[in-house]
């Protein structure tokens, strides 16, 4: 069974740091595209980065460029994003996903954890 | 940059109406769209992908069409699971998903 399931989301104050992570289960984690998306609170969902099963391709938002940094270990099956110099409108839930390039969705998305800016 | 418009943004039916939410591109997406539906508190789960293909094990009342800027989901007879909010999403080298629809009840 294809698992994803996300940590370390918190309460954090404006320009402070974060990092998040996703183990992944049940699939072969090397071979898969990675993506973080986000939701703030009552609003609609917002890609903010992908990674190649290599790393050798990565992407932001333009509302992360530069305070992000997403990563990944094959070796441990994890996907990471590093957060800095948050600000509040960085509030959301953050959701790993697996995106499937044959049929260009994300098809399986981890429960989200909280990240909570604020002063 | 390509715009996703999604419409309507909420949605008042009954059990057993037939639903259509639409979303329009701003340019050319060929079939690259999917179509979620996220329930409070839950990840979102894909319905379609490619416009019209049926993700496994989503029951028949969904179905996708479309093609180049505007599609649309259908769902046949609503049922009580299906009162939930749903995003398209177009990937092009990056993805992008629709404002969100929140089908409530009458």
């Known amino acids: 069974e294809v698992q994803l399931v996300e940590s370390g989301g918190g309460l954090v104050k404006p320009g402070g740091s974060l990092r998040l992570s996703c183990a992944a289960s049940g699939f072969t984690f090397s071979t898969y595209i990675m993506n973080w998306v986000r939701q703030a609170p009552g609003k609609g969902l917002e890609w903010v980065s992908s990674?190649?099963?290599?790393?050798?391709?990565?992407d932001y938002a333009d509302s992360v460029k530069g305070r992000f940094t997403i990563s990944r270990d094959n070796a441990k099956s994890s996907l990471y994003l590093q957060m800095n110099s948050l600000r509040a409108e960085d509030t959301a839930v953050y959701y790993c996903?697996?995106?499937?390039?044959?049929?260009?969705?994300?098809?399986?998305w981890g429960q989200g954890t909280l990240v909570t800016v604020s002063s | 940059d390509i715009q996703m418009t999604q419409s309507p943004s909420t949605l008042s039916a009954s059990i057993g109406d037939r639903v259509t939410i639409t979303c329009r591109a701003s340019q050319s997406i060929s079939s690259w769209l999917a179509w979620y539906q996220q329930k409070p508190g839950k990840a979102p789960k894909v319905l379609i992908y490619k416009a019209s293909s049926l993700e496994s094990g989503v029951p028949s009342r969904f179905s996708g069409s479309g093609s180049g800027t505007e599609f649309t989901l259908t769902i046949s007879s609503l049922q009580p699971d299906d009162f939930a909010t749903y995003y398209c999403q177009q990937y092009n080298s990056y993805f992008l998903f629709g404002g969100g629809t929140k089908v409530e009840i009458k």
């Open positions: 996903a697996r995106f499937v390039v044959v049929t260009a969705v994300l098809d399986y």
């Open positions: 990674i190649s099963s290599s790393s050798s391709y990565i």
